[in-house]
């Protein structure tokens, strides 16, 4: 273990299962050597495993998330790195058509994992800062991981990249250099399908993922000062979800709130604040509350994106209203 | 590997029985769904597909039924598929021709978005390559299908990484019901192929030697190294698109022209001109009737899939998975 | 008025709006005359208004979508046919990122309608019965409507063409010439946006549309006779949501179920249930309850896609516990 | 049109200038989120815009500032646009230089897909045929964009309608950090357009001149009903992609020789040769740096837009909406 960021772990990984693996290879725009990719979360592992294993496409994600298909069905473990998430929408088809059904249809295994560097709060506006894993998330067929902390980046990417299906692995463009700690190495796998309690507490539940883990953990210090006891559940994986954890914590707290920084129209907080409302009827004290984007294009200018996107304070707000109902 | 010409009237006359029985059946009442016809693509599909060695890789479309049976795929099997039945390919999950694939035959299912199986193809090819193994990847796609980005970007692809994979263009001159000068400004597929950087030959797609001899030369070629081909066969489709299409679009002139071109008269003419037997013939004809009233019987005979199996085998196996 | 189906509708609704507006124009794969369109709807509008204003595309979704957006952006109101509603994804840039987005950050109106012709119950397979609405509906900038009877496939075509913002309007295919009735004629828009009371009760609120709408007013007769007064809401359009309508109903009956035939998971049922589980928790007797598809592609065989989609059966089961709650 | 030399050295210049400023902003610290680079692409974006009528339509991308300065665009409204201000083109709501769209300029905003502008250009173009409009679309891809998919099925769809649609591609070899050859199979980018039907020309894009010749013929085409044109030029961009990038991956050498080619320079060289007296090119450089300078100071001294305003102008005007 050496000091490093989010963005290293990422890398770490890469490295690792390139290392263990040679069937995995990393394929994407501007991702070989030296350049090794927009965020240069590849330049390191360009460096060891050269052109060969780290391969610069074109700017064509239909057609080589279709390669990406072809070549994990015959056996390779491919790492793709769409440049930002908000192109993801660029090889839909790929994915959703291909890649999500080949197993279920005809029992063909796909074993990609798609690299997606995704939200915002970086004043990089509509087509920068996107959260798009709902959709993803809808289609049956593809298992999609969100990582928020360096051993969660580290360890969801063996996961994924052991796994023999495709999965998306959000990245967070705002943790990238941001979040810091010690990068881990050697082979830690933390598992898909399993969320992770950030934070005890008794009062209520805020369930999150991604960035909205450190707003959710930074509100749930703030309100500690004023005797409010948050539970922080991080879901780490997005699909399939770990409703055990969730339904777990809901059940100590009987107070929720589901906090994510994608549209919270038909998001996947609708999903779980809709399964707890369901199966936790009887031990909620009050009605599951969701914070989400608002239903517009994530908005460039500082006042707008902050308007737009939850935070340790709205986080803040809305557990104050949940506990005071 | 030279063509045997009874071989290939085996396959093709197999190819057009299956798909004579299926359409029987729909037309009896006994289909489930819609289905594709296969009628005149019969030199193509087959042709092509017995250019592979057994550890290559097809991915196939809508109208390469005889591909599947070339590489091993039972006619139960398909049969069983296309009724919806457990014992289908796809156990009842994929309709239609969609889905038939089986990787133990080297073939990648394929899924209704054309043209997907052109990527996939392409990707497999890249994955030979990268591993150094001398295996070919064979795809195909329809003149509709040729004007798409994914064709270009796949094309594109293949070039860049000299991947051995052959891509023949089924160019039936109609895509559904619109033809080809309607849909390409540029109607050269070969030509639009080479701007890609892929080269290109245009063949007769009805002439089972022809389709042979180009693609055979494109798969050795690939082997070698010599990177990817694009073969374009032209041909007609002699029935609607799909059991349930009228087909008034095609004009009776061309499908007359085009009837008297049928790629099993042709081959049957070649082969009454190398003075094979007629008994010879015939006995294969009468050989592929039993194979598809058996297949047909089994397929009907079939149970359906057991609804409790609806959300088995979402996942693929491996840890974590059972 | 003349007797004819649902499809009939749809087409009346064009002849209806191309005579009106000389700016509406029809796009797509193999609309023309004489052949019409894949389900024939276009074929009375190619015969009126030949080739100029009904045109045929090549099989190059992200393009000719591409192109309507420049269309519609000139002033024109193109009405897009995707052949199925699952090649909707083929065009998904062309729609999410560029048509969703350009009045929201620059003002640029894009009116078009996108006519997908969704669902399943026809043994089809994976591939042409998807419904992919909750895609379009978590997707900030688009409309999206779902009509379930002739008045309303009539109506709300209508206003979807009059409307400056584009709409994707999701056609049921089950309903196509199984659903007869008198066809609309002249000016009877259906507004974007307004709900309606399909079958009026006081035990429980169903909340559906499409041709679900059906399958829970046949379930809701059948449960008459067993006592119980089901009142069934039919949302018609998915963005923007009436709740006011739905909760009003809630707020009546204290007891509601969401169905769609849609994947359940992250669905559009999960952004209504989880918003009336929220704003009418006090008013409800029992947990909001969901049916909808399974997490799997949609399955051909029969008895597959029968297990994989909700009913009348299994409408008036969940309605029976949710009243024995 | 004419080309009046010192008209388009004017807008190149303002577009110089104006980039020079941008950057200068983010290099002390006062921009908002990242910017791309112009340098280089000057003679491109101005060259083709002047070719335009007032009722034409461009469908500018990352690289053709110049394009907005030319059809009325106020370095004012673009600096406040980049520096996310209540007072620039989108109100805050898009980034760097996307979103500067303005139908009562003609200009239509991009989207970061590429190379999305083209098919809304050729869209656009189609319906001023479509109403018999003497109108003409003008637009604009990288060399990366025109290996997309999307580059061949927009040149197919303008094909086919003979769409008044010119469709400038600035090869500047280079898309991001990936060298041309590393992207496409086959770098003759005219070669690929004309393989879809779409007639082609391969211009030097420094030179102005150049561009708006050929532009201009292709303009001039179109709106005679000729069809669409691609006209291919080749340029370097001599800065990093955008503001974050440290631009090592082209060689030195490379940027040497076209360092010595700078559009700017090249104009001005001509313009000397033609005897413009130099106090008439230094005057408009004062004009263009109090522009500029008044343009910055405004963008700086601009209101943030009020959070209020997020969720307000989501949907079109129109009935049922206010
Ligand atoms: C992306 C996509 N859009 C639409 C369709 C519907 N569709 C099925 S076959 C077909 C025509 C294909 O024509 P072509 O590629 O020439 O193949 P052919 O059927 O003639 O063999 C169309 C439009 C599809 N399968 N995929
Ligand atoms: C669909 C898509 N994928 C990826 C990107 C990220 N991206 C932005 S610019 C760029 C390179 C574009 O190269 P080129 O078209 O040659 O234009 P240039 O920037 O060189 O002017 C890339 C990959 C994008 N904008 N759109
Ligand atoms: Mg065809
Ligand atoms: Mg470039």
Chains 1, 3 share one sequence.
């Not at chain 1, 339904?247 to 707290?253: C, D, E, F, I």
């Not at chain 2, 809508?62 to 039945?85: E, F, I, N, T």
Request: charge should be negative; proline fraction near 6%.
């Amino acid at each position: 273990m050496s000091d490093g960021t989010y963005l290293d772990a990422i890398s770490a990984a890469l490295l690792h299962e390139m290392d263990r693996d040679d069937r995995v290879l990393v394929m994407g725009e501007d991702v070989a050597g030296p350049f090794g990719g927009a965020f240069k979360v590849t330049k390191p592992v360009a460096e060891r495993f050269g052109e060969s294993r780290v391969r610069n496409m074109p700017m064509t994600e239909l057609g080589f998330i279709g390669a990406a298909n072809g070549m994990a069905l015959m056996g390779l473990r491919p790492v793709i790195e769409v440049q930002f998430a908000d192109f993801i929408s660029t090889g839909f088809d790929s994915i959703v058509q291909f890649a999500a059904t080949a197993h279920y249809r005809w029992g063909g295994a796909v074993p990609w994992v798609l690299r997606a560097p995704a939200d915002g709060n970086l004043r990089s506006g509509p087509f920068h800062s996107q959260n798009p894993e709902a959709w993803f998330v809808h289609t049956p067929g593809l298992k999609v991981v969100a990582p928020s902390t360096l051993a969660d980046a580290y360890g969801l990417l063996l996961s994924a990249i052991r796994d023999d299906n495709p999965v998306v692995y959000f990245e967070s463009k705002p943790l990238y250099r941001a979040l810091k700690g010690s990068v881990p190495g050697g082979d830690a796998p933390v598992p898909i399908g399993v969320a992770e309690i950030a934070r005890p507490g008794s009062h209520c539940t805020v369930v999150t993922y991604g960035a909205m883990r450190h707003e959710a953990t930074t509100a749930a210090a703030h309100l500690a000062t004023e005797g409010i006891d948050v539970e922080v559940v991080d879901l780490r994986t997005l699909k399939p979800l770990d409703l055990e954890t969730v339904t777990a914590s809901v059940r100590k707290t009987s107070r929720v709130l589901v906090v994510h920084a994608a549209n919270r129209l038909a998001g996947i907080g609708a999903e779980i604040a809709a399964t707890v409302a369901d199966v936790c009827f009887t031990d909620l004290d009050a009605p599951v509350k969701r914070l989400g984007g608002l239903d517009v294009p994530v908005p460039f200018s500082p006042p707008l994106e902050d308007a737009y996107r939850p935070s340790a304070a709205t986080i803040a707000d809305s557990c104050r209203e949940l506990c005071a109902w | 590997m030279e063509l045997d010409l009874l071989v290939a009237y085996r396959w093709m006359r197999l190819t057009r029985a299956v798909d004579d029985a299926i359409r029987n059946l729909w037309l009896t009442g006994q289909g489930v769904g819609g289905t594709f016809n296969q009628r005149g693509h019969e030199a193509i599909s087959v042709g092509a597909a017995l250019c592979l060695a057994g550890d290559d890789v097809v991915a196939p479309m809508h109208r390469d039924l005889g591909a599947y049976l070339v590489r091993g795929m039972s006619p139960r099997r398909l049969l069983a598929h296309q009724l919806g039945r457990a014992t289908g390919v796809s156990r009842g999950r994929d309709a239609n021709i969609h889905g038939c694939g089986d990787l133990s035959l080297g073939i990648i299912g394929f899924v209704s978005h054309l043209p997907q199986s052109l990527p996939v193809a392409v990707g497999a090819a890249m994955a030979f390559r990268h591993r150094g193994e001398p295996r070919v990847a064979l795809t195909f796609t329809g003149d509709g299908g040729s004007i798409t980005g994914l064709f270009t970007e796949s094309l594109n692809l293949a070039a860049l990484d000299r991947a051995p994979v052959v891509i023949v263009v089924e160019n039936n001159q109609y895509a559904y019901s619109t033809p080809i000068a309607e849909h390409s400004a540029n109607p050269d597929i070969a030509a639009r192929s080479r701007a890609m950087g892929v080269d290109a030959v245009d063949i007769d797609g009805n002439d089972v030697i022809a389709v042979h001899r180009a693609v055979q030369a494109a798969v050795n070629r690939a082997r070698d190294g010599g990177g990817p081909t694009v073969v374009v066969a032209e041909t007609m489709r002699m029935l609607g698109h799909a059991i349930h299409d009228g087909f008034e679009y095609v004009p009776d002139a061309l499908l007359e022209r085009w009837h008297e071109r049928d790629p099993l008269t042709l081959l049957e003419n070649r082969l009454a001109a190398a003075e094979t037997e007629t008994d010879r013939i015939r006995a294969i004809d009468d050989e592929v009737g039993v194979v598809v009233d058996d297949a047909v019987a089994f397929a009907r005979d079939s149970p359906w899939p057991d609804p409790g199996e609806v959300t088995a085998r979402v996942w693929a196996t491996g840890p974590g998975h059972e």
